[in-house]
Structures are given as structure tokens and as C-alpha cells.
């Protein structure tokens, strides 16, 4: 079968991106870390230093003038030297096509010799500045920094074959029903069980492979989906609060204190500032 998209001269449909945090850190502090598995990826800009990542088990040992993608979902540790640690731009970010991540959780680090390395800090330091500048324009920009410097990151490490392998992975994938009755299910409840006899699989096989294809497990998944589907509401509906919460199959109160702790703002106070 000859590959679904061409990927060739446009963007891929669906493509959407959220930063969730920007920052240039130089030394010690804020890198070293034991094994972790985030929910979001990370681009990183080495400037300087020396020191390790390991990801899903296999270590690498990025240098200055290097970049790297590290997917959400994927087991993380790193290390810097202390002598020497690193200074570092990094971004953390979502990505998806559709539904799809971005980047698979089961694969390994992206990492390249930055071609135009000055290019590459000139354009992570206008990512950071406007990040945490804000204004009305700011999340264009900041987006457009993020997809510029994720699309040098592929060219230069020779990832050529990047979209092939993406398109492979998501049409021979087993979960696109799952996904597609958590999104026709949001207002019910929903357990572990039924979500893994749709694709036939024990509960305790399917969370694993839940989340490595799709970079978190299914229930945080599910509550992700829900929140998206209450900013939606909330922001195109005159729907009462209350009702939003029945819509998404919860509890008026557990609803309310979920939302702000996925968008730092109560439901009213979200409504508030998008109109």
C-alpha cells in the first residue's frame, strides 16, 4: 500500500502543539534526575558542558552544539558532571497528529549535530523571551520557533524516514477503537477492564501497551480527553458548569478542582478570561 500522506511541501493534518514550559538553565541544578517517565516531550539545545542521558535503557552523551528530542512516555535519567555541567535551552511540549503522538514512547532519543548551531540558540532564546513575555501573538511565534527547531533536529540527525515510520505506526495500530469509544464515552464511566476488551488484551498487558504508543496511561488519557472536551464547552457554549460536568461523567466538585489543576484556573475563571 503506498504511504497514506505525502508529507512532502505540507504540514501533516491534525498537527498540534502545546508548550508547556521554556528556560535556558546553566549548571548543576535541574538536570540530574533518576528514572522518570513524563508525559510531555523535551527539546533540549546543549550550549555547553558535559555529562549523560539514558532512555529506555540505552545512554547517550550529548554534547555542546547538539540537539535532542525526548518523547514523551519514555524512561528517562540523566546525569551532568559537575565539573563541567551542562547549560542548556529545553523546551517541554506536546505534540500530536490527531490523536497520535508525535513522538512514539517505545522509540529512542533524537538527538543531531545542530547544522547552523548559533541559528538554533538565536532561535530557543526568541522561544524563552516570548514564552515568558506572553502577548497576543505569543503562542504563534513560540510554536513557530518550536516547529522550526524540531524540523532541523530531524533534517540534521538524518531522520529522513521520520513520517514513513510514524504513518506505519499509527494505521497498523490496534488502538484506534480505544480511542475512538473513549471519545464517544466521555460521559460515562469508564474502566480499565472495558478499554482492554476492545482490543483483547489483560488489563495488566494493556496499560503497558497503552502507553507506549501513546505516551501516558489510559485513565490519564481518558482525564485529558475530558478536560479538553470542558475547555471546549466552556469556551463555545453558554452550557452551565454544572451540566459540563454531567456531560464529561463527573462530580461537580471532583470536576472543578480537576480543571484547575490541569489549567490552573476554576471552570468560571476559565470562561471568564477566553471571552
Known amino acids: 500500500m503506498e504511504l497514506a500522506l505525502d508529507m512532502a511541501g505540507r504540514m501533516p493534518e491534525g498537527l498540534t502543539l502545546n508548550i508547556s514550559y521554556a528556560q535556558y538553565r546553566k549548571g548543576f541544578p535541574g538536570w540530574n534526575r533518576t528514572e522518570i517517565a513524563p508525559s510531555f516531550h523535551r527539546l533540549y539545545f546543549i550550549a555547553e558542558g558535559r555529562g549523560s542521558v539514558t532512555l529506555n535503557g540505552v545512554k547517550y552523551e550529548p554534547k555542546p552544539n547538539q540537539m535532542m528530542i525526548m518523547p514523551a512516555g519514555t ?98 495500530s490496534k488502538l484506534g477503537n480505544v480511542l475512538s469509544y473513549i471519545q464517544t464515552h466521555l460521559h460515562e464511566p469508564m474502566e480499565i477492564e472495558q478499554l482492554a476488551e476492545i482490543v483483547h488484551l489483560h488489563p495488566n498487558y494493556f496499560i503497558p501497551y497503552f502507553k507506549k504508543i501513546m505516551g501516558v496511561t489510559p485513565m490519564h488519557y481518558v482525564q485529558r480527553k475530558r478536560m479538553e472536551e470542558a475547555k471546549r464547552l466552556l469556551t463555545y457554549t453558554d452550557t452551565a458548569i454544572s451540566d459540563i460536568a454531567d456531560q464529561i461523567g463527573m462530580q461537580l466538585a471532583y470536576f472543578s478542582r480537576q480543571f484547575k489543576g490541569y489549567t490552573g484556573l476554576s471552570p468560571s475563571a476559565y470562561r471568564a478570561c477566553i471571552r
Open 75 to 172: 524512561n528517562q535519567m540523566a546525569l551532568t558532571d559537575q565539573e563541567d555541567p551542562y547549560s542548556r535551552y529545553f523546551c517541554h511540549f506536546d505534540a500530536q497528529v490527531g490523536e497520535w503522538p508525535l513522538f512514539p514512547a517505545d522509540g529512542s532519543l533524537y538527538i543531531c549535530d545542530a547544522r547552523d548551531p548559533a541559528f538554533i540558540e538565536r532561535t530557543f532564546q526568541e522561544l524563552v523571551e516570548l514564552f515568558h513575555r506572553g502577548g497576543p501573538f505569543a503562542v504563534l511565534r513560540t510554536q513557530s520557533c518550536l516547529l522550526t527547531m524540531l524540523a532541523c533536529c530531524l533534517e540534521d540527525g538524518g531522520y529522513t524516514d521520520f513520517w514513513k515510520k510514524f504513518m506505519q505506526q499509527t494505521e497498523r
